[in-house]
Nanobody
Framework: QVQLVESGGGLVQAGGSLRLSCAASGRIASSEAMAWFRQVPGNEREFVSS????????LYSDSVKGRFTISLDNFQNTMYLQMNRLEPEDTAVYYC??????????????WGQGTQVTVSS
């Protein structure tokens, strides 16, 4: 069983930056990916970005492409999400996950507890 712990959320003004971290413990197969999702109350969990462990292939949602950067420290088993030029629409709880690597949240088997990101206008 993989345990995931997110950190780095907070309150920031529009145009600002935040860096999220996700520390993983437990076994993650090299064929799996780590990903970031976000969720606003009342909405479905939304894919943000993923990175595949064995070849580093990265996916971004269109809404964050060019503003967010995902990275992975395989030695430390820690994933990061650098979020720049934040917009109020980025406000959500951000979750990290381990699993299949595509954009469907149902493909992921382990989830963190989430970290709140609030962007004020």
């Amino acid at each position: 069983q993989v345990q995931l712990v997110e950190s780095g959320g907070g309150l920031v003004q529009a145009g600002g930056s935040l860096r999220l971290s996700c520390a993983a413990s437990g076994r993650i197969a090299s064929s799996e990916a780590m990903a970031w999702f976000r969720q606003v109350p009342g909405n479905e969990r939304e894919f943000v970005s993923s990175i595949r462990r064995f070849d580093g292939v990265i996916l971004y949602s269109d809404s964050v492409k060019g503003r967010f950067t995902i990275s992975l420290d395989n030695f430390q088993n820690t994933m990061y999400l650098q979020m720049n030029r934040l917009e109020p629409e980025d406000t959500a709880v951000y979750y990290c996950a381990v699993g299949g690597g595509r954009s469907n949240w149902e493909d992921y088997r382990s989830w963190g507890q989430g970290t709140q990101v609030t962007v004020s206008s």
